[in-house]
């Protein structure tokens, strides 16, 4: 990226303009853009709705944006230092860390020694480059490793034990939440499993809304409601599937709201099997505001794998939950669409319909 300029009038419009378009983070620290109609200025990266061409201003730095009589804007902070690429490298390093010992008791005050972080620091930068805390980082590498084990092996116990738990009952007691079923189910494809699905008409087709009692397992978007019920058998092929008449109404409505691009009344909950990497990569998808789209790489390197990109392509390939789980949101680096499960028409319409909503 071009060196930052000292004034306003020696900044490329075009490029500037390209870059907020974009909403590219590269740019962050070297320009702000205001808007004329709402006085307010952002940071290039900003996930608010992109303003008219003009109607947009653009200045090397914060203070100059002030002195022209705007004011920052209170969602992206551009007054805010830029997050340093160091900081994020460590962070990385961390994570790699505690995926090889995740059997291991882990202290917040040993993890912050090693990355010479206090521990408020160490919780704040973590999150913002994960989504989540070191403890809950390493209980999902432990739950993944045991995943796999158990898949290997088929033994519970035997593979409890190999993933770094000291007794079944820790393990037991948060399963059903993680796995979306106990260990054993998992096992053996669901078997045991009670899922109840309903399909209704929706904006962009027909809809299928399935879920367990402890929350939605599966949304899929589509043409014929065979085609659906037949995706969701084939996701878990051992369990016990049943059609729902009443049809699950506050979720079903709450999913219809947000394929309109509305914001939900309040957060869906979420039973599905996933990995500690695809779990990494959805809680990603679902941070990154209504109407804003990042790219594959952004994302890989937000959860700390910043040369995973086809991993986390893959993981917003095999989501369940379509919109709950807003793969839509994840492009390529050129600002093309990239894949969509259920066809890019639809992930066209769905990003056109939160950038529309208010």
Known sequence: MTSHTSNAAELNPGRC????????ARWDGAFVYAVRSTRVFCRPSCPSRRPR?????????????????????????????????????????????????HGEKLTLPDLSARTNLSSYQLLRAFKRVTGITPRQYAAACRLGSFKTVLKRNGNVTASLYEAGYGSSSRLYE?????????????????????????????????LLVAATERGISMVCLG??????????????PRADIRRNTNGFTSWVRAVLAQIEGQAPSRRLPVDVQATAFQRRVWQELIAIPRGAVRSYAQIARAVGHPRAVRAVARACATNPAAVVVPCHRAVRSDGSLGGYRWGLSRKRALLNAERRAP
Not at 17 to 24: F, N, S, T
Not at 65 to 71: D, Q, V
Not at 73 to 100: G, K, M, N, T, W
């Open 223 to 236: 043409g014929s409601d065979a085609a659906l019920e037949a995706e969701l058998r084939r996701e878990y």
């Open 17 to 24: 303009w390209r870059a907020v378009l974009a909403r590219d």
């Open 174 to 206: 948060h399963a059903p939440r993680l796995l979306g079923m106990t260990p054993g189910n998992y096992r053996r494809g669901g078997l045991g499993m009670h899922i109840q699905f309903t399909t209704t008409n929706a904006p962009l087709g027909r």
């Open 53 to 101: 061409r003009q109607q947009t201003l653009f200045f090397t730095a914060p203070a100059a944006a002030e002195l022209a009589g705007f004011r920052a804007c209170r969602r992206c902070r551009p007054q805010q230092a830029v997050p340093d690429p160091s900081l994020d490298a460590r962070i990385a390093a961390l994570c790699r860390f505690i995926e090889a010992r």
